[in-house]
Each structure stands twice: as C-alpha cells, then as structure tokens.
C-alpha cells in the first residue's frame, strides 16, 4: 500500500510518499519560517495563501522523488484539523480533488494523531504505549490503546510547552520560532544560576503549567538588564532546566495513572526534537522500567510522512472519509470517535 500524505496546517508545506511496511519513499516539504519572521509568529492569511502557492509542486516533487504516479497510490492522507482553518482548506481541497479525479480513498487525518502515531512509523512500537505530545500549539499526556482510541491523563493548564519556549526565546530577541535557537543559546549556559519555578511539581495527577515560569523568566531577565550574551546563556539554560524538571515530574504521575499495560513511553510533537529533554526523559525511563521512543528529529516537527502514515493505519483498518469531510480548526484527540468522519 503506497499513500500520499499532505500537511498544510501551519506554517510548514509539506508532502510525503509513504509504504506501509514503513518505507518513507519520499518526504519534502518548504517552510514558510521566513515570511512569517518580521512578523514575530504565523500570520494566518500569509499562511494559506503560500500554501496555495506551494503544495503543487511540492507534491510533483514528492511523487518524482518516490519514483512513483499518482496511478500508483492507493490513497490520499490529508490533515483536516486542528490548525489555521484557511492553510488547512488548501490541504483539504487538494487531496479531495486528486481523491475524485482518480477514485481513490481519501483519509481526513488529525495532525495531532500523525505527532502521536510517528513512534509506529519509526520504531516497532505496539498498542498500547503512553504519549507526552509536546508541540507548539499542545502539550498533554496520553494513553493510546489504538488508532484513533485515545485517553487524556493531563494536560497544560495554560501555555504549550512550545509556546513557552517561544515567548521566553523572544524575550532573549530570538527570531521565531523560538525553540530550535533557546535550546543552542542553553548548551553554553548554566542552568543552575537562576532560580526558576517548576510549577505543578509534585501535584497529584499529571498536568502541566508553563505561563508562570514564563513569567519568572521575563522578571529575571528585566531585573539583569542589559543583559550579556552569558547571561541569556545562562537565563535559557536554566529555563530548558526547570521544563526538563517539570517533564520529569509529571512523567513520573503519568507512568502511574496508566490503566492500560503499557511499556513504552514515546514522546511526540516539536518540542520532542530538543536533546536535552530528551535525554531527562530518557533516562527517567530507564530508572523506571519504560522503553523510550522518540522519533528523529526531523519527524518531531511538522512533516508530511507522518500524515501518510496515519492513512496507512487507517486504511488498514478500512478507515476511510467522505468527501464531504468537513475540515476541524479544532479536533481534540481524546473523546467520542476522534478519528471518525462527521458525515
Ligand atoms: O509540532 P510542531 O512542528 O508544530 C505544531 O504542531 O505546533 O511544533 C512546533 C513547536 C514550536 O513551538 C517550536 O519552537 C518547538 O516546537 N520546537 C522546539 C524545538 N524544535 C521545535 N522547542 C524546543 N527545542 C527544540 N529543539
Ligand atoms: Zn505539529
């Protein structure tokens, strides 16, 4: 079974060309990233309008690159929810129309189940495992039993992990987005200098909290002005620190709150392409008796192959949608069939 995916839901173009024995036969994509940059974040209506732009030939190029025709496919992956309506519209209307034009299947994927079943894509990863799903936009952890079968045990409260990790890195003036360029300002910083919150450590359950310590950053930092570059080195390293803190912390309450007999923990979503958390949540694995998983880096963050993979998955379990799908800005993973089309 060969499947085209698509991914237009932020700021990112992408498509893919993926076989299910797991073989990603091609995976492009062009970031938007510097149209948006003088702007400080994705302006919505730039956005859709590059992906108009974009998606054609990049879906020309993934099908060359995959050496392989559109006769070759047995079906169309697309995300159609959650994200910025218009970029996901482009998507959406795209995919359909090959779909119509050729008889094939067409799957309406959530962008958050391609984050969250990435691990199965990369690793032979069985049913059930727990997910830590850290992205831009989401930050929870759950336990998933199958495709499109989820069940929230925490969530934040306030701000992604992400979007902590951008506003604390435009504080330091960093170009959007932010993560990428904090995590290389922290690896000639020490973390121990500045006393940072870890909020909801300790808690029972396991959500998750960011605004506050966000804050403290912003209030360190206004006090040490001028800043010099070791103190931001400094300030960034010990903000990744406190987030591996918190991680840690509420990974452990997850690891408990499981029902399910789960052995793998996989970390999913953006924020998951940063080595020094990775390596906390690692280890904390290892200390406990859990099998870590996290994709590379490259399948952290947005890209195509990941929704192909989820068609696959739902393909095979004779998964597919209407054309009249009708495309979600909003799509919780967890809840009454996720996964399944609204017509
Ligand atoms: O999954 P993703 O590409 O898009 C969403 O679905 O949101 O995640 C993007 C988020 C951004 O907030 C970005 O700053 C963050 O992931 N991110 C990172 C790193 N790479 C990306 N955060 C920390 N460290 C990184 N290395
Ligand atoms: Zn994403």
Known sequence: ??????????????????????TVLSNVLVSQIPGHQPYGGVVPEKAARAHLDSLHPLIEQALRDAQVTLDDLNGIAV???????????????????????????FIAVNHLEGHALT?????????????????????????????GQYRLLGSTV?????????????????????????????????GKRFTLPRPLKGRAGCDLSFSGLKTAVRLVAEK???LSSQDKADLA???????ADCLE??????????????RHFVVAGGVAA???????????????????????????????????????????????DSLDFIPRPRWPLHGKNPGVSLS
Not at 249 to 262: E, G, H, I, S, Y
């Open 79 to 105: 995300t159609a929810g959650p994200g910025l309506i218009g970029g996901v519209l482009v998507g959406v209307m795209t995919a359909k129309a090959i779909a119509a034009a050729k008889n094939l299947p």
């Open 249 to 262: 912390d509420r990974a452990l309450k997850a690891f408990q709150m499981t029902d399910a007999p789960v």
């Open 158 to 190: 306030d701000d992604a992990v992400g979007e902590a990790f951008d506003k604390v890195a435009r504080i330091f003036g960093l170009s959007y987005p932010g993560g990428p360029a904090l995590e290389k300002l922290a690896q000639s910083g020490n």
């Open 1 to 22: 079974m060969i499947i085209l995916g698509i991914e237009t839901s932020c700021d990112e173009t992408a498509a893919a060309i993926v076989r299910d024995d797991r």
């Open 274 to 320: 940063n080595a020094a958390l990775r390596l906390r949540l690692s280890s904390l694995c290892n200390a406990h008796g859990f099998i870590f998983v996290a994709p590379p880096l490259e399948l952290c963050t947005d890209n195509a192959a990941m929704i192909a993979w989820v068609g696959i998955e739902k393909l095979r379990l004779g998964q597919k």
């Open 237 to 243: 390293a010990s903000f990744q620190e406190a987030v």
């Open 119 to 147: 691990g199965r894509l990369t690793h032979d990863l069985p049913f059930p495992f727990l997910l830590l799903l850290i992205s831009g936009g989401h930050c929870q952890f759950l336990e998933v039993t199958g495709v």
């Open 224 to 226: 040490h002005t001028p």
